[in-house]
């Protein structure tokens, strides 16, 4: 049959289950649509033709963004990015996906794409990814099984593969608790404004009282097939007060972790280049803006 | 009628079409439709270059829906070209790009003609990709066009092997000029293709009547070259080919010359039913046009003083599969190599040689803003090694009133001068180093300097005066977007003094427009305002003649007054346009209609001046100047550029609509701004590997200067009508050289490769950094 006359078949279910059963029932060919700003123009090139569309944009729940009582953050899964740039529950640590959130693309895509959206495509070149990562999130998932919770590094198996399993969604992001004195940065590079990222960083500090790093996560974006956490250069960090020595060798075993290709965004041995950079002007802009007077 | 605002020359009206414009009620080709109108796409080649064994398609043909499949075979053996003959309107035996249309599917959706065509098989026998210039020229290196000896030429061209052309302009003593010199600078510049990227794919509707003549729709930036391209490559006898033209959604060069035209007109005439295509943005990224990738070789003397002896400026031009612009925009860069600068010894030479890749084309500058590059970013390193300022260099050596231009052609208007004062005055350039930069970035000027032409052959316009005393105007010029339609009608508005809203423009249309080459080399309000002058001094003269009789009093004492009146110099005996007309359409004398056609006839060469080769056009145009000055921010961890404010002084004669030059300005900066930073063509072996928005990036409104001032400098040119002169392109032409300069001011060195993406700025400082 001609792929232009495929009919596609469009359900917008009111609870997380009831998404769940529509999807089983229609099989592999069956998606979840949430903003539909990459899933749409999947569709208009022709690259896929679902069977059926599961809208989960009337699921009250995924549209919430929640302060728990732990101090940690629950972002529903249909929450568009343009909310999670201005969430004001995101403080400390936390800014770092909200400072994702608020360069991806343009407002009008930051207006329809959703947390859960992105994630789920896995984009190597997202930003959400290495922010999650870098604020050691869980993903809370929903299938035929019920519910599960994994921890986004383990969400994220590269070049647009994720542990989702055939019929299951992502219902919300779970960010933990945080200590006020923790900060968290995202520094991305791209061509122009509104494009994926050449490259990406994700940093998340938490200081004592003497300004000496007590805990510290680091998450690089566009630079493989997924984000890159590398634990080395963390512990090399932890300890320290981020000098300047200490940093260009930590992004040296950051450089080491690293697998990028060249493409046109960028070569390969340029986001090695700039990494570094990037990962030194997060730290010295997080030193700074604890440390104004320095 | 003193008080009315007769919104003539000078002032800046709305576009006449605004309306329908910002109401998003225009119409473009992808709005119209025919009834009973079938849709065609096409196939593409999957190879770069082969000999095509056959086809089979009956697989595209046994898609239900589908109603035609016309393959080369399909297609007659004419040739098209704007300088060289070269071109079929499809692959035909051969295959000479990847992406190159081989098949052309009709059916009754697109969806359906989409589906079909990707079914059409072709078989082919590959010959070896030729993807560089380079690779073109080696020994033994497989030949694109086996015919080239025997296509037509337009011009004496120099080709040979996969050479499509040779030129070479000369002036003075070259050695001589270099041994004067106490310093000579010598570098290499390359420039990347970039992507026109009209808002408006290209697009066609062809329609054919019970005696076999089409009628022919399409995106177009000359509705008589599309005729001319149509009926060459289809082998038709003009008369066949009506073309006409809906609003235009941009052009900057992409449809000046045919794209897929002769493929909805020979299916027209397959299928007797009206035939629309519309190219979707990878296949008009695939296979329409694109601007040269050049590699420069520039070399400079100068005194210790500052002054030019000698420059040498050696081009190599990658052509593409075929000729269509290219040996123009070869022969244009070369003229303009030099800068507005004098330099008594000179050579320019350069090859232009065919490869497997998609055809380069007219795009915006034509040439000059790659040379500029070159030029303007080594006068920049002179004046560093002279301890110059390099403004102050540019101007020990301007071009000055009176100067000819190299190869001897005449400047008549010249307000290179002006621009250089006010663009320096604006930017406060002498304090420019008290500038600071935000942590992080480094800060830069830059400036560059540049010229630029308009002209080039045949033009017309035809005015009648309607019954009441309105008129009609009809000059054949298609406005691509730019405002030429509101240009010209204030032109003719102007001339005879009546309001704008009592001038009709009438729709290019081959069959009753007067002849006009196209919307190309910064033209329009030059060429086609100086037919639209003549033609209304045409009707003036038959107004008065007209005038005198009823008025009883001779024409010498008559006079044009405002608002469509003729009147006796100092009396208040008068009589209106309108009456002069009904007399003249039912009494005496006839209807009134004026009428006036010409063609650029000033020469390009003087040969007792220079000695020139292959020269492909030899009367180019009028000289436009400008002066440019950017400002910019380096990003030092990643070597990323943007530009943080701009002034540009733009000598364009006369300002007929003040708010249309600034948009020229302002367009022609960004566009140049992202040729500077951006934008490039990525090839993936034989296949474009970014032929889409999101991999191909051009700058959005937020990599855009808030500050881009536009400075109108106003150096009248004498035959010019009012004084104008082209405006469309010299304001992007000065971009990448300016950026360029700005960029070293900032990091302390040179990039001799557009785009300065920030890979290679990094690159550029890191080397700096390690020399230090
Ligand atoms: C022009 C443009 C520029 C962009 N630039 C950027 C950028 O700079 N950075 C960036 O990070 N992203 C960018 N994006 C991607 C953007 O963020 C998308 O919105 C996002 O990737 C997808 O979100 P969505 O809600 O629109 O998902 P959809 O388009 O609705 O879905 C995307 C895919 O995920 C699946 N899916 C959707 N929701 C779920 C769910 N809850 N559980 C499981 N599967 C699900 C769908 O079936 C589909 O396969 C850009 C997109 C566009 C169109």
Not at chain 1, 174 to 192: A, D, H, M, N
Not at chain 2, 21 to 48: C, F, W
Not at chain 2, 172 to 196: I, M, R, S
Not at chain 2, 551 to 569: A, F, Q
Request: with cysteine; aromatic share 6%; hydrophobic share 40%.
């Amino acid at each position: 049959m001609l792929t232009s006359m495929t009919k596609t078949d469009f359900q917008k279910p009111k609870t997380v289950e009831e998404a769940v059963t529509l999807l089983k029932e229609a099989g592999d060919d069956a998606r979840p649509i949430s903003g539909g700003a990459t899933l749409v123009a999947l569709m208009n090139a022709r690259l896929v033709q679902p069977s059926r569309l599961v809208s989960l944009s009337a699921i009250d729940e995924l549209t919430q963004c929640t302060y728990q009582s732990d101090g940690s953050v629950r972002i529903g899964a249909m929450r568009r990015h343009r909310q999670t740039a201005f969430e004001s529950n995101l403080k400390a640590a936390h800014q770092v996906v909200s400072g994702a959130a608020s360069q991806i693309a343009n407002p009008p895509v930051r207006n329809m794409g959703t947390i859960g959206g992105s994630i789920s495509f896995a984009d190597p070149a997202a930003d959400y990814p290495p922010s999650l990562v870098a604020a050691n999130a869980e993903i809370e998932i929903a299938g035929p099984e019920g519910r599960r919770r994994i921890p986004a590094e383990e969400f994220f198996l590269g070049w647009y593969e994720t542990a989702l399993e055939p019929g299951e969604i992502v219902t919300a992001v779970i960010l933990p608790p945080v200590s006020e004195s923790s900060v968290g940065q995202y520094e991305k590079l791209c061509r122009i404004a509104g494009d994926f990222a050449l490259a990406s960083v994700a940093v998340t500090i938490d200081f004592n009282a003497s300004n000496t790093v007590t805990s510290l996560r680091l998450a690089v974006g566009g630079c493989g097939g997924g984000p890159i956490r590398v634990e080395a250069a963390e512990q090399a960090l932890i300890g320290t007060k981020l000098e300047l020595d200490a940093v260009v060798d930590a992004a040296e075993l950051v450089v080491a972790e690293l697998d990028p290709i060249d493409d046109v965004r960028g070569s390969a041995e340029y986001r090695l280049k700039v990494v570094p950079r990037l990962l030194q002007r997060a730290f010295n802009n997080l030193v700074e803006t604890r440390e104004p007077a320095q | 009628m003193d008080g009315i605002d007769m919104q003539g020359v000078g002032s800046s009206p709305h576009r006449l079409e605004i309306m329908e414009k910002v109401t998003g009620s225009a119409e473009y080709i992808a709005d119209l439709s025919r009834p009973n109108m079938l849709h065609a796409a096409i196939t593409q080649s999957t190879v770069a270059h082969a000999k095509i064994l056959g086809y089979d398609i009956s697989d595209a043909m046994a898609v239900p829906g589908v109603v035609c499949v016309l393959t080369g075979e399909d297609f007659p053996d004419g040739r098209m070209g704007a300088f060289i003959k070269d071109e079929h309107a499809i692959a035909k035996d051969k295959i000479r790009y990847f992406g190159e249309p081989v098949a052309v599917v009709a059916a009754e959706t697109e969806a359906i003609a989409r589906e079909a065509a990707k079914r059409v098989i072709v078989k082919y026998e590959e010959l070896p990709a030729i993807l560089s210039p380079e690779e073109g020229l080696a020994e033994g290196a497989a030949i694109i066009h086996e015919d080239l000896d025997s296509y037509i030429k337009v011009f004496p061209a120099i080709s040979s092997g996969n050479m499509a052309s040779y030129t070479e302009l000369n002036e003075g003593d070259l050695e001589a000029g270099f041994a004067e010199a106490d310093l000579v600078v010598e570098g290499t510049y390359d420039t990347a293709p970039q992507a026109h990227l009209a808002i408006e794919p290209c697009g066609a509707l062809a329609d054919i009547d019970k005696q076999g003549r089409v009628t022919l729709w399409s995106a177009n930036q000359s509705v008589f070259r599309v005729q001319a391209n149509v009926c060459e490559s289809l082998m038709m006898p003009m008369g066949k080919l009506r073309c006409l033209t809906p609003r235009v959604g941009g052009g900057f060069g992409n449809k000046m010359e045919p794209h897929i035209q002769p493929l909805v007109v020979r299916m027209t005439q397959a299928t007797k039913r009206p035939v629309k295509m519309i190219l979707n943005r990878e296949e008009d990224f695939e296979c329409v046009r694109a601007r040269h990738p050049f590699k420069v070789r520039c070399k400079t003397g100068v005194k210790k003083d500052g002054t030019i002896t000698a420059r040498e400026v050696e081009v190599l031009l990658d052509c593409g599969a075929f000729g269509d612009d290219s040996p123009g925009v070869l022969g244009y860069s070369l003229l303009m190599s030099l800068g507005p600068y004098r330099i008594p010894n000179s050579k320019a030479s350069g090859k232009l040689v065919y490869t497997n890749k998609l055809r380069f084309g007219a795009f915006r500058g034509f040439g000059n803003p790659q040379v500029a590059f070159a030029g303007e970013t080594q006068l920049d390193q002179i004046a560093e090694k002279l301890g110059m300022d390099p403004l102050d260099l540019r101007q020990k050596n301007l071009i000055q009133p009176g100067d000819v231009w190299f190869g001897g052609g005449q400047v008549a208007s010249n307000g290179l001068q002006e621009c250089v004062d006010k663009a320096r005055a604006a930017s406060d350039w002498d304090n420019r180093k008290s500038r600071t930069a935000p942590k992080g970035k480094r800060r830069g000027t830059g400036v560059a300097l540049s010229a630029h032409i308009s002209g080039l052959l045949g033009t017309g316009a035809i005015i009648r005066v309607f019954e009441d005393g309105s008129v009609a105007l009809n000059t054949g010029a298609v406005d691509i977007g730019q405002g030429s339609d509101t240009v010209l009608s204030q032109m003719c508005a102007e001339a005879l003094k009546i309001p704008l809203e009592k001038v009709s423009l009438a729709s290019p249309d081959t069959d009753g427009s007067p002849y006009n080459w196209g919307t190309t080399a910064s033209r329009v309000t030059y060429t086609t305002g100086r037919a639209v002058v003549g033609a209304a001094a045409e009707v003036e003269k038959q107004l008065k003649e007209h005038a005198a009789q009823m008025l009883e009093c001779s024409e010498m004492d008559l006079e044009l007054r405002p608002g469509g009146i003729v009147g006796v110099s100092g009396s208040d005996k008068e009589v209106s346009f309108h009456q002069i007309s009904l007399r003249a359409h039912w009494a005496a004398g006839g209807p009134i209609v004026g009428h006036h056609t010409w063609v650029f006839n000033q020469p390009t060469i003087d040969p007792k001046r220079a000695v020139c080769s292959g020269i492909p056009f030899p009367q180019v145009g009028v000289f436009s100047f400008g002066c440019l000055i950017v400002d910019t921010l380096t990003d030092e961890a990643s070597g990323k550029t943007e530009v943080a404010e701009a002034w540009s002084a733009v000598d364009v004669g006369k300002a007929i609509n003040p708010s249309s030059v600034e948009g020229q300005i302002v367009g022609g900066f960004v566009q140049g701004m992202g040729f500077a930073l951006t934008e490039e063509m990525v090839w993936d072996g034989p296949k474009l590997a970014n032929p889409t928005l999101l991999d191909y990036k051009v700058p959005t409104t937020l990599d855009t200067p808030y500050n881009i001032h536009s400075i109108i400098v106003e150096a009248a040119e004498p035959d010019g009508p009012f004084g104008a002169k082209g405006a469309g392109e010299i304001g992007l032409v000065a971009v990448p050289a300016a950026i360029a300069n700005a960029i070293a001011d900032a990091i302390g060195g040179h990039v001799h490769s557009l785009p300065m993406k920030p890979e290679k700025v990094l690159n550029k400082m890191l080397e700096i950094e390690d020399a230090t």
